[in-house]
């Protein structure tokens, strides 16, 4: 099962200035959209004035706890809406329609908080470190302890990623801006429950690719280090947000979100408490416990000083009090978990207040802040789940009034609707495309600004997903990460020395007898443990994409060790690489002293070493014209030769190749 | 909410959580019966007219191919060892090596990381030069993997596949001989029924020799080879051991005739013998050796049919060509790999730590091992990373 390294270190100059400059692409051209949407309205409005529909009436009194309306409130004028905006301002995303019931707070909450969120976290996967960092050192570690087929999922769902690292670690930046935009920018309306839903989709993508499920099937699972998954809450406020409105109209919505989350509380509850996890104990035979080791590998993340020396002291505390740290947590989360399930505002009230403060805490001495040390994706559970309950405990108590929109006038009717006036249609082809663009000026005119900006969102979130996705498809991996081991090839033009040797047929081959063809040669000791056949690997994977191109491309090594260069040796390498049956390859031996020539010529060195030691040696391929002459050198020292970067090798051989042999 | 309603919801809370916390613990079920055990170690000593060699490990952790075989020499009257490794492979997966009579000596490399097939070692010359060939296949993870036809003729190989290869005088050309399926089903081998070839060796007469772990108690997996059949050649147990499976730890050519080391188990409790024979037909047995529980670390034989064991809880026996009883020594030092026969009756303990091997001896009669030679070993570290 090939993991999710690259063998690249995160802080690689040369990802991270290519990751620096595809986000600043797409940012422009995430500009580009938002501008020229900007424009189109500004001209479409120009040209296609709207009358506007009268305000909504308000009634008297208001439902300010979900009582019906007319039971009025003391010490409020009537008519004030909830929202504190006067009634009727709020449109809808289809036009100029007069709204029904301004947005209820608890779902406003939802909205923008999750939608901050999301912004928030798509900012965090644009620091440098994440092309090469995050499926090496995040989501492959967060699925260690996990069963192997949850580990293998991830695995496969991460290699797009280590193939290409650039592309999809902007993708995700994107795509999470352009959900946090969307979720701002639509408030209500079909387009606000597009976003919703597909807050959900990429929640869930994350949750199993980049959470591992949120590790709720490895051990050690807790509410205090984010259990169940801090995306799961973004996915439950999807689904939130994508509910009718008329589901935010009554009190029930909240009863049942405090409801499902007292359950939430109380299961964790009973989790904290379950003996043999090893959370009651703050040591154990002098060791740090479970609680104590958690919190004190957050205190050495890289963060600010007086953070770490905070989150190090709790963890100095639970290791001495641990009994007393879990006891505390326990009765906490059934305590919250228990008013939450009561149904009752006030003790709904004291709940949200326990949580909160509940959650702060845990929050910044436990979970430190999630999204500190140049790795951190997201400010992890705590703040998600305080928005939920928060926004259920307002669904609970705070319902909006009813408004409705006065009764049109029969002969106003066809004038409240943006009909602009329609200019006289022409006719054929011409006359359909100006109708066409005529009817999508009259629809940008009509459109109110959130929709566009909801549009331009969804724009965002596909800047981030089609370069992705076209290059996911491609199953060789991006050559940059080849150059980020190896370096940028040299470009040359220098004639090839010569030689003349026996192959691993035993014929006599030359290189002069090779002229014609492009040749791919490299040097390679048969008995290398490590990159020889490696570089065998790829120059065999080579050989099948240019398959086409066999009869003009020739890929030769030549013997690199100064003790094992029979052919009987020759050909044993060949069988374990699988080159044995490529028809143009050759591997090339001959006498020390011809060697030793050779290598020499082509500046590659090889040494025996005492003790056990392999051959030393470099490793370097040279990519030779028709005519004779070296072209490109490439450094093909394959690091840890991982699957990404034995496919990015391979593809850079390939591309050389048939560079020449398109330049003829 | 009611309040059943809240007590419903609480008790499904507690079951989800339950559910979790059984999804998210991660148990072991002891496995009942016992697990094959394993094999000795590489390291090993081989005792020449001309001198003695030793294979041990040096370095640092196998996990990052930092760990070296090493090849030792000590030529006959000398008491220093040398290092002559030979040169061009990376050791980091195992030596085996076989004695090609007088200062001859061949060497397998077990392959390691990507390397999948084997390279050889020939010297002639105790160690001084080598050449190199290629046993185009992985030789299996035991210390007699490797023989020689006396006179350095033959050479037979034992692959990690229970595959059994030989070749000619040279070493370039290898050809299957047989293999565990094959000795398996052959009839000779139906009172042993072996499951695992251990061992490969070469009578006097140069017939090949297999040493096999049998699945039936009572019989000892000793092969030979003649007249195109294979044919069971082992000694005939002692009634008190009718009822203990057999396992070849060791097969090996002596002055005077073929030495094996068997381990006779029931249940956790193994009994060591030492089996000799001078025709290939007759053999002695040795008194057996009680263990216990624990295993073979290490062994070996030298010259005259003498052997030695290490077990796994620091303790090493000896047992001389003539006598049939094993002498337990006084422990040996900390890190000992593996003991040698030294001159005048002494034993030598060769312990490797990190980059140094370090020779102690026990002479005749005395009860306390003294520094004999310690010789530093310029490992490589990291370069087979």
């Known amino acids: ?286 060791h740090p416990g479970t609680l104590t080791s958690m919190i004190r590998s957050m205190s050495q993340t890289p963060q600010p000083h007086f953070l770490a020396r905070i989150v190090a002291a709790f963890a100095d505390f639970t290791a001495a009090h641990g009994f007393a740290v879990n006891l505390f947590t326990v009765i906490a989360l059934a305590a919250i978990g228990a008013a939450f399930l009561s149904g009752q505002p006030r003790l709904a009230r004291l709940g949200v207040g326990a ?32 928005l939920l309950f928060v926004s259920g405990y307002l669904a609970l108590t705070r319902v909006p009034a009813h408004q409705t929109a006065p009764a049109p006038e029969p002969a106003k009717a066809k004038a409240q609707s943006a009909a602009p006036q329609t200019a006289p249609r022409a006719t054929g082809p011409r006359g359909r ?28 979130v596909l800047v981030g997903v089609v370069p992705s996705a076209a290059a996911s498809a491609n199953p060789n991996a991006d050559p940059i990460i080849a150059r980020a081991i190896g370096g940028t090839s040299n470009v040359v033009n220098t004639p090839a020395p010569g030689f003349s040797l026996i192959d691993q047929r035993g014929s006599q081959v030359s290189l002069a007898s090779l ?57 044993a390498f060949d069988r374990q690489e699988g080159l044995s049956g490529l028809p143009n390859w050759l591997y090339m031996t001959g006498s020390l002293a011809q060697l030793q020539n050779i ?17 030393l040696h470099n490793d370097v391929a040279y990519v030779i014209d028709r005519a004779g002459y070296v072209r490109r050198v490439i450094n093909t020292d394959p690091g840890p030769g991982t699957a990404a970067s034995q496919s990015s090798f391979e593809v850079e051989l390939t591309d050389a190749a048939r560079q020449l042999l398109g330049s003829g | 909410m009611t309040r059943r309603a809240c007590a419903a919801v609480a008790i499904a809370a507690a079951l989800l959580a339950v559910t979790a916390a059984g999804c998210a613990s991660v148990t072991s079920q002891a496995r009942s019966g016992l697990a094959p055990p394993p094999p000795p170690s590489l390291a090993t000593t081989l005792e020449t007219a001309d001198g003695a060699w030793a294979v041990t490990e040096l370095g640092g952790s196998a996990a990052r191919h930092n760990n070296f075989w090493q090849l030792f020499q000590r030529p006959a009257g000398s008491t220093t060892w040398r290092l002559v490794t030979p040169p061009g492979v990376a ?114 007469s140069s017939d090949p020799v297999l040493g096999a772990a049998c699945t039936r108690p009572g019989a000892v997996g000793i092969f030979s080879y003649a007249a195109g059949a294979w044919r069971m050649a082992g000694p005939v147990l002692p009634a008190f051991l009718a009822s203990r499976q057999v396992q070849v730890l060791r097969l090996t050519n002596t002055m005077s005739g073929e030495a094996a080391l068997l381990a006779a188990r029931s249940g956790r409790s193994v009994e060591l013998l030492v089996a000799r024979t001078s025709d290939g037909t007759h053999w002695t047995l040795s008194r057996p050796l009680n263990l216990g529980a624990p295993a073979v670390r290490a062994s070996g034989f030298a010259a005259a049919g003498s052997a030695w064991v290490l077990i796994d809880n620091g303790q090493a026996y000896t047992i001389s060509g003539q006598s049939a009883a094993w002498r337990r020594l006084p422990r040996p030092p900390a890190a000992t790999a593996a003991l040698a026969f030294g001159p005048a009756a002494s034993v030598e303990a060769l312990a490797a730590r990190g980059s140094t091997l370090t020779d102690w001896e026990l002479t005749r009669g005395s009860r306390a091992w003294r520094q004999a030679q310690v010789l530093l070993v310029p490992v490589k570290y990291g370069s087979s990373g």
């Open chain 1, 1 to 286: 099962m090939p993991g999710m390294q690259s063998g690249i270190g995160v802080s690689n100059a040369l990802i991270a200035e290519a990751f620096r400059s595809a986000l600043w692409q797409q940012l422009i051209i995430v500009a580009v959209i938002f501008l020229v949407l900007w424009l189109a309205r500004l001209i479409a409005v120009r040209s296609w004035p709207i009358k506007r529909a009268p305000k909504a009436s308000r009634p008297a009194g208001k439902a300010r706890t979900g009582r019906p309306a007319g039971k009025a409130q003391t010490g409020r004028p009537a008519g004030k809406a909830q929202t504190g905006r006067p009634a009727g301002k709020a449109r809808t995303g289809g036009g100029a329609q007069t709204v029904t019931q301004p947005e209820p707070p608890g779902r406003r909450l939802l909205r923008i908080g999750f939608g901050i969120l999301w912004i928030f976290d798509g900012i965090l996967q644009a620091q440098s470190a994440m092309p090469i960092g995050l499926p090496a050192q995040v989501i492959e570690p967060s699925a260690s302890s996990s069963p192997a087929w949850v580990r293998h999922l991830v695995n496969w769902g991460g290699t797009p990623w280590t193939y290409h690292p650039i592309q999809v670690a902007a993708a995700v930046v994107w795509i999470q801006i352009g959900i946090g935009l969307w979720l701002l920018f639509a408030r209500q309306g079909p387009w606000a429950r597009l976003g919703a839903l597909a807050s959900v989709g990429w929640g869930l993508v994350v949750w199993v690719f980049g959470e591992a499920f949120g590790g709720i099937f490895a051990p050690g699972l807790t509410w205090l280090f984010g259990a169940p998954g801090a995306v799961l809450f973004y996915c439950a406020a999807g689904i939130l947000l994508a509910l009718p409105e008329h589901a935010w109209g009554t009190p029930r919505l909240g009863r049942l979100m405090l409801a499902g989350l007292g359950v939430f509380f109380v299961g964790m509850a009973v989790l904290q408490a379950w003996p043999g996890r090893g959370f009651w104990q703050g040591t154990v035979h002098g």
């Open chain 1, 433 to 460: 495309v100006a109708d066409l663009l005529q009817s999508g000026s009259r629809s940008l005119a009509t459109t109110s600004g959130r929709s566009l900006a909801a549009a331009g969102a969804l724009a965002v």
């Open chain 1, 515 to 571: 002229r014609g063809k492009v040749v791919l040669l490299t040097f390679l000791d048969p008995v290398c443990t490590s990159d020889c056949p490696l570089i065998g690997h790829e120059f065999a994977a080579a050989a099948r994409q240019l398959a086409a191109n066999a009869g003009q491309i020739q890929l030769a090594a030549v013997v690199l060790s100064p003790t094992y260069r029979s052919l009987a040796a020759v050909q």
């Open chain 2, 91 to 204: 050791s980091n997966g195992g030596m085996v090596m076989a004695g090609l009579g007088g200062p001859s000596l061949i060497v397998g490399f077990r392959p390691s990381q990507l390397l999948k097939f084997t390279p050889l070692a020939t010297t002639r010359d105790s160690g001084s030069t080598w050449s190199p060939g290629v046993l185009p296949a992985d030789l299996a993870n035991v210390p007699d993997a490797l023989a020689a036809a006396p006179g350095g003729g033959r050479l037979a190989a034992l692959l990690a596949g229970g595959r059994i290869d030989q070749a000619r005088p040279g070493a370039t050309t290898w050809t299957p001989l047989t293999s565990v399926h094959a000795l398996a089903a052959a009839p000779a081998s139906r009172r042993c029924s072996p499951d695992m070839v251990t061992a490969v060796s070469f009578s006097p």
């Open chain 1, 599 to 615: 290598w020499r010529a082509y500046g590659m060195t090889a040494q025996d070493l005492p003790a056990g030691a392999m051959a």
């Open chain 1, 355 to 386: 949580a909160l403060v509940l959650c702060l805490a845990d929050w910044l001495l436990i979970e430190d802040l999630g999204f500190l040390g140049g790795l951190g994706t997201d400010p992890n559970s705590m703040i998600p789940m305080a």
